[in-house]
C-alpha cells in the first residue's frame, strides 16, 4: 500500500503540471525522493549473512530499482544521495540498522556510492533524460533493461571498492562480491516488475 500510495503521488504531478508552481513541485519532488529514502533505508533491515560472500544479502538495491523506475533520473538519483546522507549523519539506515561513515569506507562501500548513479541511470533508461512517464505504460523489457544496466553498475563499483578495502584482485572481489549475488538481484528485478505490473490492482 506504501508503494501504492507513492506511486499515485508520482503521477499527481504530471496530471497538472501545467499549472503547478516551480516551488511546489520541487518541493513536493523532494518529498517524494526522502519517501523513496526511507524505503530503502526499511530494506536494508532486511539483511543477512550470504554463504558465498562476506557482504550480506539485503532489498537496499531493490529500492534503488523502485527510485529509478519511479522517480526518473533526477529525483531517483537525489533519492538515493538523500538516503546516503541521512546514514552518514547517523540515521540506522544502513545495512543490518548500521549507520555514519564507517559504511561507507568499509568493504561494502562501492555499493553505496554507486546508487545514486545507478538509480539515476535506471531513470534514465526507463524514461528518458527528462520526462518522467507511467512505468505501467513501459514495456517489461526496457524496465528490465534499465535494471540489468543499474546492477551492472552497482557492482562495478562495488567490487572495485571491495577489492581496495580488502587488498584482494578484481577477479577475486567479483567472485564474492558480484557473481555470489546475481540470483538474488535476479528476484528483485522481478518483484520490481510485479510492483509495477500488479500496482492497480493491488489498489482495486
Excluded: C
Excluded at 9 to 26: F, H, I, P, R
Excluded at 51 to 71: E, K
Excluded at 94 to 102: D, R, V
Amino acid at each position: 500500500m506504501l508503494l501504492v500510495g507513492l506511486q499515485k503521488s508520482v503521477y499527481m504531478k504530471t496530471q497538472s503540471e501545467s499549472v503547478t508552481l516551480v516551488g511546489d513541485a520541487v518541493t513536493t519532488n523532494l518529498a517524494r525522493a526522502a519517501l523513496f529514502a526511507a524505503l530503502t533505508g526499511a530494506f536494508a533491515y532486511v539483511s543477512f549473512p550470504s554463504p558465498l560472500s562476506p557482504v550480506p544479502i539485503t532489498l537496499q538495491v531493490m529500492g534503488v530499482f523502485l527510485a529509478g523506475v519511479y522517480l526518473g533520473p533526477v529525483w531517483g538519483g537525489l533519492s538515493m544521495a538523500v538516503y546516503l546522507g541521512a546514514g552518514a549523519v547517523g540515521a540506522p539506515i544502513f545495512s543490518g540498522g548500521t549507520a555514519g561513515i564507517g559504511p561507507l569506507l568499509g568493504f561494502t562501500g562501492g555499493y553505496l556510492w554507486s546508487y545514486p548513479f545507478a538509480a539515476a541511470l535506471i531513470g534514465f533508461l526507463a524514461h528518458g533524460p527528462s520526462s518522467l512517464s507511467d512505468p505501467q505504460k513501459q514495456s517489461t523489457v526496457r524496465l528490465i533493461g534499465a535494471m540489468v544496466a543499474g546492477t551492472v553498475l552497482i557492482y562495478t563499483l562495488g567490487t572495485v571498492g571491495f577489492a581496495i578495502v580488502q587488498n584482494v584482485g578484481l577477479i577475486d572481489a567479483f567472485l564474492v562480491s558480484a557473481v555470489a549475488f546475481i540470483p538474488f538481484e535476479a528476484i528483485k528485478m522481478a518483484a520490481t516488475i510485479g510492483i509495477v505490473r500488479n500496482e492497480h490492482a493491488v489498489a482495486n
